[in-house]
């Protein structure tokens, strides 16, 4: 087996210690440990440098990877950021020293892929929209405080709205919290757009109220708070953030006029002009394909970005994804045929793409031949080959109507029955109309 790469270098990387293995015949001692203090970090680099190594593979440890690998990449070293699971462990290399050397072994060989990891501008974004993402998780549970300390008392609050954190629900809650319990005038305070009327607000309303059951539901209004204002103050680093970020192609066609997609409805929307960033940046505007919001368009933005270089075909973006199928095939059968599973966020927001996606037509019939759960996925696949399209080929997307749809899938099935027919000696025509 040839080598690929002669200056390559592995890292066991850990919370306290990191081994690092070279070339044994670029030092005496071609394995060393190291602390993960900033200095050590920077006494590796220098070490690496003069050994001249000139590529590092590591593996993907929690979090402790990212400083060294953010050194390194100043440096000027390549780093390989392997999936720990992919790396196939020989029996009997359990100890930190064989493992690195194992890594610099396997990755001169060439026989080992990095990750993928967008540029640095991106990752900024990236690691902002990702807390923001957790900020919403943590917020989530409050919601469900609030209903329990209102059903403890006999409030339906949550029967008779559809979101009870909603203009009314709001408007409601904390009236009850400044002191009000007259259910008539709670029931007042409903949103014109409501569905449903005063009488039945009012009666809902109706309860016995507690001290302890309104202390549980105060706090929980006040935490609700406190996580919507941090998830504000993030929303603004993140509009920061898109104003630095510089264009990157030019525009493919004519700009947006509306901040956001006619009929989204997304709660968790964020507050900047994230269509008009997106655009600017890109030249396409990402929230016009089917499914996309503004909160999914920034999602799979700062995930996977536009560049589409990684992966040479949609195929390759479908499967680093997750949402192609894994045959596992032996003696020319299929035994198992299943998506890996993954937790790759992007997968996640096309999947959300997928739930709300004008792809009805497809996505029902495919649920009536595979199931919800598989439909979904498939839909997912076919929304993710679109964002590839439209990136790797710069042209805006065209939204196609369940009618058209129906009809270029009548076309298909016409031509594959034509084929199948000829195969078979026959010719296949259409039914006469009855006289």
């Known amino acids: 087996m040839s080598i690929v790469h002669p200056n390559a270098a592995g ?49 993907s440890t929690g979090v402790y990877w990212i400083p060294l690998y953010e050194l390194l990449e100043q440096r000027g070293i390549r780093c390989f950021l392997i999936n720990a699971a992919h790396l196939k462990r020989v029996p009997g290399r359990k100890s930190d020293v064989q493992d690195c050397q194992w890594l610099q072994q396997c990755h001169s060989f060439g026989l080992l892929a990095g990750s993928f990891r967008p540029d640095a501008e991106m990752v900024q974004l990236r690691t902002y929209l990702r807390h923001r993402a957790e900020l919403i998780e943590r917020r989530a549970p409050y919601v469900l ?55 039945t607000i009012a009666k809902a309303l109706t309860g016995a109220y507690r001290d302890d059951y309104l202390f549980a539901l105060k ?3 006040e935490l609700y708070d406190y996580y919507t204002t941090k ?27 509306e901040r956001k997609k006619k009929n989204s409805n997304s709660r968790n929307e964020p507050a900047s002009n ?16 089917d499914g996309f919001s503004n909160s999914i368009a920034q999602t799979v933005f700062a995930e996977v970005g536009v560049d589409m270089s990684r992966w040479p075909t949609p195929k390759h973006f479908a499967s680093w994804l997750g949402l192609s199928p894994h045959n596992e095939i032996s003696g020319g059968k299929i035994l198992r045929s299943k998506t890996h599973k ?3 966020r992007a997968a996640q927001a096309f999947r959300l793409a997928a739930r709300d996606s004008a792809l009805g037509a497809f996505y029902r ?9 598989q439909a979904l996925t498939a839909t997912a696949h076919k929304i993710a080959r679109i964002y590839y399209a439209i990136c790797k080929n710069r042209q805006p997307f065209e939204h196609v109507t369940a009618e058209t749809y129906q009809q270029q899938f009548h076309e298909r099935e016409l031509k594959y029955l034509r084929r199948k027919a000829a195969k ?12």
């Open 11 to 59: 890292l066991d990387i850990g919370k306290e210690e990191i081994f690092v293995a070279v070339p044994a015949e670029r030092d005496p001692y071609p394995v060393r440990s190291y602390a993960t203090f900033t200095p050590d970090l920077h006494a590796l680099a220098d070490w690496l440098q003069h050994c001249q190594v000139d590529t590092v593979a590591m593996e």
């Open 365 to 373: 019939r495919l649920k009536a031949r595979i199931g919800p759960q």
């Open 342 to 344: 993954t937790r790759n």
């Open 145 to 199: 405080h609030m209903q329990k300390a209102l059903h403890q008392m006999n409030i339906q609050l949550d029967v008779v709205l559809s979101n009870i954190m909603g203009d009314t629900g709001q408007a409601i809650l904390r009236s009850i919290l400044r002191g009000e319990r007259d259910p008539v005038k709670l029931a007042q305070l409903r949103h014109p757009s409501c569905h449903s009327s005063q009488e």
């Open 231 to 257: 998830i504000a103050e993030c929303d603004a680093q993140v509009e920061r953030c898109f104003s630095a970020i510089k264009p990157r192609f030019a525009p493919a066609q004519p700009a947006p006029t």
């Open 219 to 221: 706090q929980a209004v």
């Open 274 to 289: 994230t269509r008009q960033h997106l655009f600017r940046i890109t030249g396409l505007d990402l929230v016009a394909i």
């Open 424 to 435: 078979l000696g026959f010719v296949l025509a259409p039914k006469p109309d009855p006289a």
